[in-house]
T-cell receptor, first 109, second 114 residues
Framework: GQNIDQPTEMTATEGAIVQINCTYQ??????LFWYQQHAGEAPTFLSY????GLEEKGRFSSFLSRSKGYSYLLLKELQMKDSASYLC??????????FGTGTRLQVFP | ETGVTQTPRHLVMGMTNKKSLKCEQH?????MYWYKQSAKKPLELMFV???????ENNSVPSRFSPECPNSSHLFLHLHTLQPEDSALYLC?????????????FGPGTRLTVT
């Protein structure tokens, strides 16, 4: 199988930093996406990692370790509007995008 | 505005009804996708069209029938659905099927089967 595992729920405080982890099976791995989905809305693209390392985009960063089958999404200076589900998705050799169940993040004041 | 629109946004139908979901993308993309999103489950890929040709049918029951008349439009025809088919149906598009092309999602159709 190609299970994508991520925590179901996380909570954090406004202004804090939160790290959302994602693990996946490495065989046939091509790349890894992170999407954000607010309740009742479409998922929107956040990042794409192919190579090992950290990619930074403003308050959001995404890290990948291909050998460990591990990624994380780092959100800094959390804002209330960051409350959403964060979806980890992996492409394998079939070019199919396999999604995890998503991590629901709640940011409190 | 993501450039991918879906209609209707909400749909309630009985098990004997026939209805269609519509998706349109204004991004000039060549690949389009149907996904099903149920509560507490991962997004499930249903169908993929690349340059108007169906390239993937992810073991979807025949009561779901896709149609792609051109690269900009995608339909999902529904008939004799079951209550467990109630879910959010998301359409997405990407430049093509090349791995690494991000997918742009529509807002989804919330389907309730009674």
């Amino acid at each position: 199988g190609q299970n994508i595992d991520q925590p179901t729920e996380m909570t954090a405080t406004e202004g804090a930093i939160v790290q959302i982890n994602c693990t996946y099976q490495t065989s046939g791995f091509n790349g890894l996406f992170w999407y954000q989905q607010h309740a009742g809305e479409a998922p929107t693209f956040l990042s794409y990692n192919v190579l090992d390392g950290l990619e930074e985009k403003g308050r959001f960063s995404s890290f990948l370790s291909r050998s460990k089958g591990y990624s994380y999404l780092l959100l800094k200076e959390l804002q209330m509007k960051d409350s959403a589900s964060y979806l980890c998705a992996v492409t394998y050799n079939t070019d199919k995008l396999i999604f995890g169940t998503g991590t629901r993040l709640q940011v409190f004041p | 505005e993501t450039g991918v629109t879906q209609t209707p946004r909400h749909l309630v139908m009985g098990m004997t009804n026939k209805k269609s979901l519509k998706c349109e993308q204004h991004l000039g993309h060549n690949a389009m996708y149907w996904y099903k999103q149920s509560a507490k489950k991962p997004l499930e890929l249903m169908f993929v069209y690349n340059f108007k040709e169906q390239t993937e049918n992810n073991s979807v029951p025949s009561r779901f029938s896709p149609e792609c008349p051109n690269s900009s439009h995608l339909f999902l025809h529904l008939h004799t659905l079951q209550p467990e088919d109630s879910a959010l149906y998301l359409c997405a598009s990407s430049q093509d099927r090349t791995s690494g092309n991000e997918q742009y999602f529509g807002p989804g159709t919330r389907l309730t089967v009674t």
